[in-house]
């Protein structure tokens, strides 16, 4: 079908789009209305973890459609259940409460964070965020993210999210004060250029939140999931935090989204916290088939590997031409261009002939590369080769 016979000016404007429609994709490839395909390093924004229809979600997707598809969020379901136990087995929580997407999982954390400051520490409600950081598009959570511009967007913000500078704890001793109730962060800041916060960063962290009674919120919705190497990027740094959210990659392309807490932090009270969707057995039951197949034996030694491959052939076209070198951890990785050719290097990689390539500038200085989890090495030598033919046509 040609772009111009898709109805599509229906549709409800918020970013300018290419005039492509996408109608199917397999694996690390994704095809457009013209046939033309395209191979995909950004998979869904960091969200397809094993890649394009991933035959054991289909299968469970398939299997619970026949079964169960929404009870009502106020039974239980066995799709729920077992999903968040997996959770709980293969992490440092206890307790799992299923949201639809990244924003709502984060605003039941700073719920649950205020709601726990009433109960433990007299009314503090305070939660420190970082510059650059990204936390979502709901009010609250605009206002937690550090993004330039959003705070006047939507004015007046939700108060209560001071910001400190991110591996500079000396800027988050500085915000403490009485109202304080905890920190949340990116352990990788995704949207704010693929920024890791240090190892010692994160355990100054835990130690400073601990000696002032503070929960540590670790956002991650795109961190998470096997894309940092490890099933949770917190476990790079050798800490237990107090609660976790997850988004994204937890349901490998379907709206599902997670927060997790230790079993002393989980205050909730009847009525507190809910929604239609959360915990319906259609996606948990996806995402219980992504956990699986993420913690099966050798599958996240496979993305350290695929990952480490990518940042040596990344640092090898760095030295080549001259850029700044590459940052990330496991499969989030960016390219550091050095100079503001980042928007236009995604437009040409788009346009390619005969096959395109979906790359992002997550800044406009930088390439951000988010493939699927199970992506190969011919497939990065294939992405590599591609750039390379652009770099030369700039
Ligand atoms: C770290 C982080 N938190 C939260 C979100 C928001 O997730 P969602 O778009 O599913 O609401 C994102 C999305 O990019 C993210 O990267």
Redesign the pocket.
């Known amino acids: 079908m040609k772009f111009t016979e898709y109805p599509i000016e229906s549709l409800m404007y918020i970013t300018n789009r290419p005039e492509i429609v996408f109608t199917h994709g397999k694996g690390s490839w994704i095809y457009d209305n013209e046939g033309k395909r395209y191979l995909d390093f950004i998979q869904g924004?960091a969200v397809n973890s094993l890649g394009h229809c991933n035959e054991g979600m289909i299968e469970a997707l398939e299997k619970q459609a026949r079964t169960l598809i929404n009870p009502s969020p106020a039974f239980y379901n066995e799709p729920m259940a077992k999903l968040a136990n997996l959770l709980t087995q293969h992490s440092c929580f206890d307790k799992v409460f299923f949201a639809n997407?990244?924003?709502?999982a984060?605003e039941g954390a700073i719920k649950l964070a205020r709601k726990w400051g009433r109960k433990h520490k007299d009314g503090a409600y305070e939660i420190i965020t970082f510059d650059h950081s990204?936390?979502?598009?709901t009010l609250a959570?605009m206002s937690a993210s550090g993004k330039p511009g959003w705070d006047t967007i939507y004015a007046p913000q939700v108060p209560g999210f001071p910001k400190a500078d991110l591996n500079d704890i000396a800027s988050v001793e500085k915000l403490i004060t009485k109202k304080t109730v905890a920190v949340m962060l990116?352990p990788v800041q995704?949207?704010g250029g693929v920024i890791p916060a240090t190892r010692e960063f994160m355990q100054q962290l835990r130690a400073l939140t601990k000696q002032h009674n503070l929960l540590l919120i670790v956002?991650e919705?795109?961190?998470g999931c096997g894309r940092a190497g490890t099933l949770f990027a917190y476990e790079l740094s050798g800490i237990e935090p107090d609660v976790m959210t997850l988004?994204?990659g937890i349901g490998g392309g379907v709206p599902l989204?997670a927060l997790l807490a230790k079993a002393d932090v989980q205050v909730f009270e009847a009525g507190d916290q809910g929604g239609t969707y959360n915990g319906n057995p259609l996606m948990t039951a996806v995402g219980y088939s992504v956990i699986s197949q993420l913690t099966a034996p050798g599958f996240l030694e496979g993305v350290r590997a695929r990952g480490e491959y990518l940042r040596a052939q990344l640092l090898a076209l760095s030295e080549e031409r001259g850029f700044l070198g590459e940052r990330g951890e496991g499969l989030l990785r960016a390219l550091l261009l050095g100079k503001d050719i980042g928007n236009q290097i995604v437009e040409k990689a788009r346009q390619m002939q005969p096959d395109g390539l979906l790359l992002n500038a997550a800044r406009p200085n930088l390439l951000r590369f988010m493939p699927a989890l199970n992506v190969t090495n011919d497939e990065i030598d294939q992405m590599m080769s591609m750039l390379r033919s652009i770099l030369d046509s700039l």
Do not use: C, L, P
């Not at 997407?101 to 709502?104: F, L, N």
């Open positions: 924004w997407s990244g924003a709502e984060n990204f936390h979502g598009r959570t990116e995704g949207e956002d919705v795109q961190s988004g994204k989204a």
